[in-house]
């Protein structure tokens, strides 16, 4: 599988794990590679892309994937994309991204004639939101250990500055 990015650093954070082939259970001893089939069952996307299937699902019923065409027995039927899809979304919230915004950005990615502009502003966007965050959490910081160094361990309960505080009354 050849993957390319737009940034060596991406490359490095996301990785490019393989489906290593493994021997199939069945005696006429071939390799057998899940990836090879057309479709694939929702175990087999979940053990691929490395989530559950109820976080498919879960996926699914807020229309960040597609719900995948069904079998004559009812089963779904996935294509292979979903599984990069899937670990899209995984990387794309552990960067921060809320599931709103990932189906934002799938949908910029369908496009073939969309420049990365709309992709870098919302990038942009969710760096002043990430500041924000530790700034507010910088703060919190400081007030915690403002009010534990006033903490006399020994003082009764009623006069702790940390629940004081809590209370607004420090």
């Given amino acids: 599988?050849?993957?390319?990015?737009?940034?060596?650093?991406?490359a490095l954070y996301l990785g490019t794990e393989s489906i290593a082939p493994t021997l199939d259970p069945v005696a006429r001893y071939r390799v057998?590679?899940?990836l090879m089939n057309e479709t694939l069952t929702i175990g087999q996307v979940a053990k691929l892309a490395g989530v559950g299937v109820e976080t498919i699902r879960f996926y699914e019923r807020k229309r960040v994937l597609k719900?995948?065409?069904?079998?004559?027995?009812?089963?779904?039927?996935?294509?292979?994309?979903?599984?990069?899809?899937?670990r899209f979304i995984k990387r794309a919230q552990e960067l921060g991204f809320s599931l709103k915004e990932i189906t934002g950005l799938l949908a910029l990615r369908v496009n073939p004639r969309q420049d990365c502009s709309g992709v870098k502003k919302r990038a942009e966007a969710?760096?002043?939101?990430?500041?924000?965050?530790?700034?507010?959490?910088?703060?919190?910081?400081?007030?915690?250990?403002?009010v534990t160094r006033a903490c006399v361990a020994s003082k009764p309960i009623r006069e702790c500055p940390i629940l004081n505080c809590f209370d607004g009354q420090g």
């Avoid at 599988?1 to 991406?10: L, W």
């Avoid at 719900?67 to 292979?80: D, F, H, I, V």
């Avoid at 969710?126 to 403002?146: C, F, G, N, P, Y």
């Fill in 1 to 10: 599988m050849i993957v390319s990015f737009c940034h060596p650093v991406c």
């Fill in 32 to 34: 057998y590679n899940p």
């Fill in 67 to 86: 719900e995948p065409p069904r079998r004559e027995s009812g089963y779904r039927e996935y294509s292979r994309d979903t599984v990069r899809e899937l």
């Fill in 126 to 146: 969710k760096i002043s939101e990430i500041r924000d965050k530790v700034r507010d959490l910088k703060r919190i910081q400081r007030v915690l250990e403002e």
